[in-house]
């Protein structure tokens, strides 16, 4: 965890630049003061958590049809019980392109979410349910959203190697090395969104009335 | 009701978070990226796509009725107040209208790929268009209710139960 790293930085004499650190009175996010909401963003609804249905939604799918079409052996009997006609590349078409839209979508949902990042003010004093403060959350969230960002890429990279070139003429179009990978990677974006979550329902990241709140307003007044 | 779950935590859940959030994942990038690849398959003349297409309708439709099993439950838990109280109501009619379109599409499509999994009529692109519209406004009133009203979020069940809201 970044917690003991932090400590160091911040709270022992370790290296004098950075005990003595402070943060300004005047934090640059007050430029932009006049043009932002109660939520601290120019518009009502933020970006960010829209694009990541995206992200996380064709990963997951893809993935999932990968699987089936790596089992077509095992299930084809259901799916002719079921009077469902399927072919073993439509699956594996499924995995291809919808890890392609995947690829695209997260460049902008990472853009996104680090333009909703710097204008982020979590609620002070907070320590999320895994036991993380705002700014170690954040950290946490950012750098592994731009590693999230590069594991997709290189993913689809190794998907298409696979569909063009290595199994081209072969029936299951994945290695299983490439379905443990991806389910291992399940693992971290399901610990990664929760991060994501925590940022929005603990600390009111992006939220008006947990905003609103905080800022000691009645929302019987302030949101009606 | 209360009774069967597990005791509210301070999300007013008796889980961690809100899972209806997770599963609507599915729903949404499934439905809209159906609309887009029947597009590009019509546009670039690629049949391959509307298979594509074909299975994530299919999923988006398995995944909206899970969607609303767990937005029943949280909505009954989610205590709205002022204005999100019709948009809580707007946004479970329409999610249970959703799942009807949904299934119609999906029965529908399942006929057309019977049939000639090669081509698609323009009018199939057409209701496409209609489903894109409804995900976006239901994705829009769900967004209301976390964004704006902070629905299930710490700081407004503490308010809630502090009986300042």
Redesign the interface.
Known sequence: MLSPLLLMAGGSPLHPLLATAVVPADSPISQLVPSLGA?DLPY???IH??L???T???F??AIA?DIAGALYPVEKRVFRFLA??I?RS??H??GW??LL?CAIVTFFTVAAGFFEMLLAVP?AG?TS?IGLQSMETMLWHGVGGVVILLVIVLMTVWRGYQRFVWRKDLGRQVQWLYLLVAMGIFLVIGLH??LG??L???F?V?????QL??SGQ???DA?? | MQGLLPPLND?NLPW???IH??I???V???A??SV??DLIGVLTRKP??F??SF??LL?ATVAIFVAIIFGQVEAGLAEP???ARSILDLHSTIGWSLAGVLSLLTGWR?VL??RDPQSLPLSFLAAGGVLATLVVVQ??LG??L?????L?????VA?QRAG??
């Open positions: 939520n009502a609804l933020p958590p829209n990541v249905h995206f996380i939604g064709l997951v799918i049809f469902l006609p072919t439509g699956f078409d499924v392109y919808n839209a609620i907070v349910t969104g929760t979550a925590e929005a329902a603990e009111g992006h939220i008006t009335a947990d709140l905080a009645n929302l019987r949101l009606p | 999300h961690m978070d809100t959030p997770i609507v994942h599915f949404i990038a499934m809209i990226i887009i690849f391959q796509l298979e594509v299975w994530n999923f107040y002022g204005a399942y790929r019977s994705v829009t967004n209301q976390i964004w704006v009203y902070g299930h979020t710490v700081p407004v308010a300042l809201v």
